[in-house]
């Protein structure tokens, strides 16, 4: 895909295989950068597709990308975003983010969230020209957490 519509649907349980394959492939290159392996590449994802909004672009096989997004009381939580390596750096990762502003609208939520690890900087960058603010700072072992948010109603 590269532009167009973005054909998403909600996953179901067989595609949980193809997005824990996309998420190795999509994340895979920062665990040199964290000296570590990304949360979303040891994710239960037949478990998250149970219990919170999962996402998926593409076929059950090969999937182009998928989101996962978590409700809150008070905000979305977008818990993970994952783009195919081959589609990284074509507006996909931007039309994704689009789509998790509207259903932040959807549910009625002021503000949708996320978080990152801080060595992630091209990450934190991207997210920061797309109106999110770092609100927080929180160890997690050996690792530094950023928490980001944005309005939904500016995006």
């Known amino acids: 895909m590269n532009g167009g519509t973005l ?13 824990t394959e996309l998420a190795r492939d999509a994340y895979q290159h920062y665990i040199p950068v964290i000296n570590a392996t990304p949360q979303p590449m040891q994710a239960d994802y037949a478990a998250l597709i149970r219990k919170d909004e999962v ?3 593409g076929t059950s ?15 979305l939580l ?16 931007n039309r994704l983010l689009d789509f998790c502003f509207q259903r932040a609208r959807d549910h009625e939520k002021p503000e949708l969230r996320l978080f990152t690890n801080a060595l ?20 997690i072992g050996d690792k530094l957490v950023v928490h980001m948010s944005a309005p939904a109603a500016e995006a």
Do not use: C
């Not at 990450?123 to 109106?131: D, E, I, K, S």
């Open 7 to 19: 054909n998403l649907r909600k996953a179901v349980a067989e595609d949980a295989k193809g997005i």
């Open 55 to 57: 996402w998926l672009a």
């Open 61 to 75: 096989d090969h999937p182009d990308a998928s989101l996962v997004l978590r409700l809150a009381a008070d905000h």
């Open 78 to 93: 977008l818990w993970s975003i994952a783009v195919a390596p081959r589609l990284q750096g074509s507006g996909f990762g």
């Open 120 to 139: 992630m900087t091209s990450n934190r960058l991207w997210y920061r020209r797309r109106g999110f603010t770092e609100t927080s700072h929180e160890q």
